[in-house]
């Protein structure tokens, strides 16, 4: 089935947090602390997206979950990259170089367009 | 989701699985604020207003956790659901706003869609009440009530063959026989007469029914050595008792015998049907337990779980040929046992004739519909550009049939809700006008299960008018929009409408050939002569209690003097006293053998005995053919007598004179059984106004045959003609109260009996009727709508065509011409529809067939002659047309 324009997003959303896990176990909180630095603090993924994206990461078994001891001294979910997380982040960047590819050249004139205008 | 059902899920999730989730997500959410908290402590905010700031930014924490629990559990179901239910609720409020918009058609639509639904959901009501609603017995299923089979009648057990056959048998958890009996009950201050059942066995356990108060007897209070005792109804406690719950325990008099009441059953409690107002035991004495003649026992019965109704008949059918055998002259001519469940002895036919209506509410159901799918299709035309616009702007097709079946299901459940109110009237009205003697009517109502069924057959409708129209803009695309102007009007339009034409007409044409059946039947019963002459008599049955006329010669006596006293009563003109006066109850038949012939089952003539006063039939007008009829001089003791019907006489001696022939009959001794035939009367119709004449004998009242007291329970019915109705009433109590003040009166209208037999079949032919006339409109109205819509439409095609000089006569011509095809074809295919479906009718058809040529011609002309008016008014409208403007219009 071709990919409509809401499973792209999601399918970039995974792939930042698939990313992000590709170094070791982080818990939510170092995801978003994680895209936020990688991206100079342009990227803020919220809270009310990151939380589901994780649960449903887990649920279809890209990322594995367990309890381990944050820099707070409490306990906090650790989320740690599966095997077929690993497949899955390959494939959602190589969709994601031929979504660029496709689009690229319609839209990047527009952007030197707009600046000339 | 909704917030219930999320902690519903929560619950079960935090039962089921262990740690809830919800802990964890809120610990984890706990851990996030903290660690944001010291971010944003560490930029340099103070504490309080970084942590106002991280709320803030963690936004809905509910929802937050909520989105977490929907994708550990599967998001995508929930979110198709979610746009599905989306749409719908967008369909829902466009097919409103697109409803409320066309207001003239919606009303339309929804009224004819309504009368339509309420007809069927009245009548359905009405089956459901009587028919399909169980019986309130312990296990109806089970309930089961014996007659022996007479030839091709069941006829009632005798006491020796229920004693000998029914009691002894195995399959059967208990059994009872039962007869009723009219009591005067002496209790206030005017002795009243009350229907009885007297009852032998286990009755109550028979049904089931535990009592309202005190107790009910058992099969031991059926023997003999025990105290009378008294059930008594719930209508009768209410009525002569005031409800009294002291009531239990005392005793009360009735026919003079005392009887304690020991209990009061439910309102409900009426078994059979009969409305009996008390229950007593029916204790057999020795003689009786020995007679196997003389059957007037009803048998109820309950089935044991594992024993079949057809297996119990074919044993007991081998026990009944077994005491034919032993009782050859008690058991002339029964062969086996009939057994059926009582809820179908007591419904009878009433089922099938319940069904047959709602049918034909089925087929004017069928009809609205088949108008609304045509308005439907109209509107769909004009709505063309409306769906064009729509596809053309990304609505898919099955989007677009999917919001106009929801249109539809809109418009079918606003006319069902509105037709559930019509029911409601119409099921009033029904309950008002319907003969009282159907069983179970007072019980009829709009019920849970009649909702639900106006609820099914609104949305079944809703697709069957809306499906095609919808089916059809569905195959539109976006083109049409585009092709618009001329032809907009594709053939399949006219195809479908004239389908519809044609099945509308032949919807109606069924129908109307059922009530014209059903009126010439009507029609033929009250044309029938009776034999007798109801109007203007009055009528009064009393019964003489056994404790206080035990001999025959004192009821003979009493009789006499009560008749003789009425006939010195002021305005009174002819009075008599008979047994098995028509429409009444009480008669009994005797088998009579002509003199000369061999004593055997096949020459024995069963008759209907009447036991009369000389002046009975000049007071009930039953013409003399031949002979004599009785007088003052044939007495007991003398020359034993009997005048015969005309069907008894021919039966028994063909073409030859019966005066002075002789017939044996009623008697044990040999004796006294030859009677000698001294005249010969007129038919009468006795068993009601559609019966066939049967034989009847008619005996002096003084010559009653030994046991006939015991076979009327000495009862006979006072027929008095007078000036008027006030004083008959008066003459009858007076005369009977000079003789007995103890016996209680009640006087009716002979005439109005008669009234009664005939109105059950008067209303259901009514119905008939009523419904015929409601689809026949509804189908006229359905032509005229297609046709003049067709003619509107083709404005401008008949311009043209009249410009370019076609004759004015010849468009009116081509047009009624189009709009005869589908009118001739719905007549022939109706007419087939009829013929086959009218013999259903059979049973309830008098005096005509099922498929009676004058009802065929007269409806297929009126439908015909209706509907061609329908075609030609709108296509001569098409005539007046005028073509300049008609032209512009493009």
Known sequence: ?117 | MTSSEGRLRRLLRSRILGPSIDGQIDEELDVHTELVVRELMAEGFDEPAARREALLRLGDRRQVAEACHRQARGYERTLRRGVLWDELRQDLVYAVRQLRRARSFTLLAMLTLAVGLGATTALFSVVHGIVLRSFPFAHPERTVLLLEQFRDEGSEFSVGNYVDLCARDRNFEAIAAMNFLALNLAEGTEPERVVAATVNGDFFKVFGISPQLGRTFDGSETEPGHEAVAVLSYALWRSQFGGDRAVIGRVVHLSSQGYRIIGVMPPSFDPTGSHEKLWVPFVFTPAQRAQHDEHYLDVVGLLKKDSSLEATKAEMGVGMRELTRRFPNANTGRSAVRLQTISAWVLGDLPHRLYILLGAVGLVLLIACANVASLLLARGTTRQSEFALRAAIGAGSRRLVRQLLTESAVLGLAAGALGALIAEALLKIFVRLAPPDIPRLDEVGVDGAVLGFALVISLGASVLFGLVPALRSGRQGPHSLLRGGMSSVGRHYDLLRSGLVACEVALALTLLVGAGLLIRSSIHLQNLPLGFDAAGAEVSRIGLPESAYPQPRAVVAAFEQIVAGLQQQPGVRFAAAGSGTPLGRGATNNGLLPEGLPFAPENLIDSMLHVVTPSYFQTLRIPLVAGRTFTTADRSGGERVMVVSRTLARRAFGDRNPIGKRLACCEEDPAARMHTVIGVVGDVRTRGPAAEFAPEFYVPITQTPAEGWTWLQRTLTLVVRSDSRAMATAALRKAVHDVDPTLPVAVTSFGEGLDARLAEQRFHTALLLGLGVLGFLLATVGIYTVVAYFVHQRTREIGIRLTLGASRMRIVQHLTTQGAVPLIGGLLIGAAAALGTSHWLEGQLYGVTAKDPLTFVAVIAVLGLTGWLAILVPALRAMRIDPRRAIADI
């Open chain 1, 1 to 117: 089935m071709q990919k409509t324009t809401s499973d792209r997003l999601r399918g970039t959303l995974d792939a930042l947090v698939l990313t992000a896990l590709s170094n070791g176990p982080l818990h939510g909180y170092g995801i978003s602390r994680w895209l936020a630095n990688r991206s100079s603090k342009a990227l803020r993924v919220e809270e009310g997206t990151l939380y589901p994206a994780l649960y449903r990461l887990e649920r279809v078994g890209s990322i594995d979950a367990e309890w381990g001891m944050s820099e707070l001294g409490r306990r906090a979910r650790f989320y740690r990259l599966s095997p077929a997380g690993e497949q899955q982040l390959a494939v959602e960047v190589r969709t994601f170089a031929e979504f660029i590819a496709a689009v690229s050249p319609i839209l990047l004139p527009q952007l030197s367009r707009g600046e000339t205008a």
